[in-house]
């Protein structure tokens, strides 16, 4: 049983594990090849950060990335950032690399949320992005071309993903429960020639069609030559309804399968196009290349997540996420994709774990905010599912709470590595993530990704140990931003993160390194609040308040009141409960003794919804706009953009 305090890890894995890891193997590997002689992954940390060309060049040859190259110099401009470009004369294909494996194993497996299974060889995906990538070339596609999926979850966004990435071309893609303007807000600015998209998708238990939006929005992307629809809920065949709109069979059918003519690019030409949330304005574009992407991934995936031949990962996303992109990548690991798309709770908690037990799921991704639903749920997925293949389990999108550590180790598995894991698109990877071979501390992220210098500095720019301040990185690493899409001179990827620090990568996140010398994030520096001029992150007030069964979510603000600001509590309470005093009281008591006088909410606030974002994360800027009058200029960002106009006016905010 996990032992739930500071003196004893939640879990700490066995010698074999260490042993059988990955880590050790590139270790072992690293001796062998001339590399130091390195006793565990916090040796490997400290050697990786003092010797970032050395240890990049070992990830290329270590994880066999198939290019010409890497070649001379490994890193130019090393001194500047940014500036810095990683293997500037190396030459490689995205696809080619996450493609490497043709036999007749699973390559991915597909459930919907009516629990239909589809099964893809890695041979059948050869093949078919063999055909999709003559037919995107038939049709003028070639390298910096942008091509959009405007898709679900399904195998058909993978493999359209795959072809354009083996043209050259640029993929970006969101999910379709975007609406009219969000669409155009995107893909407006980056001008596709290509777009993907389903007849519909499943949530919730409702079938929703897309055709008629997805028509309407393509009639504001003149760019557009061809629109190829991937029947979902129904069958392809007859007339789309679109303007240049063709069923993917079509598309491909004059095309047979064979070889693929992988176009090999430069290290940093651009993969993807991927967005900002887009909360205060047009979502900012921020786009990645190739060589970095795959290199951060491949070492995400090999050491920090132990994935290995075979494995079966599974990660719940949507496509407008990026830990959909993040997942994808598994495959350079001839590891196995379980993709799912629709409700994570329809018809009820168990639907994944039903999932990762037929399926034998060794990688289960989630985001922080399902973890605390299941415990709210009372739900005990090891007392009712089989989940003896499950070695790691991952949670992302906000902090997870040190009761949610104790939950996934009581009620879902007592061995796995709970990997706590936090970046974000502006990297599409991580900063701080899991080590399998490392103890898992109750409300720490285990480490620092090797490669990334990783500090955590005060106001006056310097670091800190066991003090909160700003999640920074000193040192260039190769999955950052090649550039923002329409921002020539890069003055708003500067902005982004070099003012606050310049030459230092600034990310925005509130922390902590801890004695142990893991990550605790407090929230977006953003949103912090700084009540009497002390600095508080979110994260702190969530962890109290949502102890309380009572409280399903919240959300905290500060408040510009009286020359000072003031904490402000928003709360979705169980069904049937109201707000009264007694339960404001025991609220603002469970914060005070919590956390601190200073955490305590000035006003609790009891709301139906909370809003956010396409993801899932709670947009805690927009509601503080809102209260202060302030304009929200980008609601299209929002999944339910309905649930701000209950926050403006509040009479309880008035006094």
Not at 217 to 225: C, N
Not at 538 to 548: F, G, M
Not at 615 to 630: F, M, N, Q, T
């Amino acid at each position: 049983m996990a032992q739930a305090d500071s003196e004893h890890p939640l879990w700490t894995p066995s010698a074999e594990q260490v042993r059988q890891s990955n880590i050790q193997a590139f270790l072992t590997y690293l001796a062998a090849n001339g590399g130091p002689e390195l006793a565990d992954s916090k040796a490997l940390y400290d050697w990786s950060i003092e010797n970032i060309e050395d240890f990049w060049l070992a990830i290329w040859e270590y994880c066999e990335v198939i290019g010409d190259g890497p070649g001379e110099p490994i890193l130019r401009n090393g001194n500047q950032m940014p500036g810095t470009e990683f293997f500037p004369n190396a030459r490689l294909n995205f696809a080619e690399n996450l493609l490497r494996r043709r036999d007749e194993a699973d390559a991915i497996v597909f459930r919907t949320e009516q629990g239909k299974t589809r099964r893809l060889s890695f041979r059948e995906i050869h093949e078919i992005v063999s055909r999709l990538s003559q037919a995107l070339a038939a049709e003028g596609v070639g390298p910096g071309d942008r091509v959009a999926g405007f898709l679900p979850n399904m195998p058909e966004t993978v493999l359209a993903m795959l072809a354009t990435a083996s043209l050259g071309a640029v993929w970006s893609s969101c999910s379709p429960d975007f609406g009219h303007q969000g669409v155009l807000d995107r893909f407006g600015q980056i001008e596709p020639k290509v777009l993907f998209c389903p007849d519909g998708y499943y949530y919730n238990g409702k079938t929703l069609p897309v055709l008629e939006r997805v028509r309407d929005f393509a009639a504001e992307l003149p760019t557009l030559s061809r629109i190829v629809v991937c029947p979902l809920i129904g069958e392809s065949g007859g007339d789309t309804g679109l303007d240049k709109g063709i069923w993917l069979e079509d598309f491909q059918a004059p095309h047979q399968a064979g070889e693929i003519a992988y176009q090999r690019m430069e290290f940093n030409a651009p993969l993807y196009i991927m967005f900002s949330s887009g909360t205060t304005g047009k979502p900012k574009c921020i786009v990645h290349g190739i060589g970095g992407t795959l290199l951060q991934h491949l070492k995400e995936h090999q050491l920090h997540s132990d994935i290995k031949p075979d494995d079966r990962v599974f990660y719940f996303t949507t496509c407008g996420w990026m830990m959909w992109n993040w997942q994808i990548s598994a495959l350079a690991s001839r590891a196995t994709l379980l993709l799912y798309d629709g409700s994570p709770f329809h018809p009820d908690g168990n639907v994944l774990f039903d999932y990762m037990e037929a399926e034998r799921g060794t990688l289960f991704g989630t985001s922080a905010k399902y973890i605390d639903a299941l415990k709210k749920a009372g739900l005990s997925p090891r007392q009712t599912h089989d989940l003896s293949a499950l070695r790691m389990m991952a949670s992302t999108g906000s902090p997870l709470v040190a009761e949610s550590f104790d939950y996934v180790y009581e009620e879902v598995k007592s061995d796995l590595c709970l990997a706590s894991i936090s970046g974000g698109t502006d990297i599409v990877s991580c900063f701080v993530l899991g080590d399998p071979t490392q103890p898992v501390w109750r409300g720490e992220i285990q480490t620092r990704g090797f490669g990334l210098a990783v500090q955590v500095w005060n106001e006056q720019g310097q670091p800190v140990v066991e003090e909160k301040g700003e999640l920074v990185c000193v040192k260039p690493f190769p999955c950052m931003p090649i550039y923002f899409w329409n921002d020539p001179d890069g003055e708003r990827y500067r902005k982004a993160y070099f003012t606050q620090f310049p030459g230092v990568w600034c990310h925005g996140d509130f922390v902590k390194l801890s004695r142990h010398d893991g990550i605790v994030v407090y929230g977006r520096s953003d949103a912090t609040l700084n009540p009497g001029g002390v600095r508080i992150g979110t994260a702190e007030i969530y962890r109290q308040v949502e102890k309380l069964p009572e409280v399903l979510e919240s959300l905290v603000i500060g408040q510009e009141w009286d020359n000072d600001t003031r904490v402000v509590l928003f709360v979705r309470l169980a069904q049937g409960v109201d707000l009264d005093e007694s339960l404001v009281d025991r609220i603002r008591k469970t914060v005070r003794e919590g956390a601190s006088p200073r955490h305590m909410p000035a006003r609790v606030v009891q709301v139906n919804d909370i809003p956010r974002t396409k993801s899932g994360k709670i947009v805690e800027l927009a509601v503080r706009d809102i209260v202060h009058g302030r304009e929200i200029k980008n609601r299209e960002a929002l999944a339910n953009p309905g649930a701000l106009e209950e926050y403006r006016g509040r009479p309880e905010l008035q006094e």
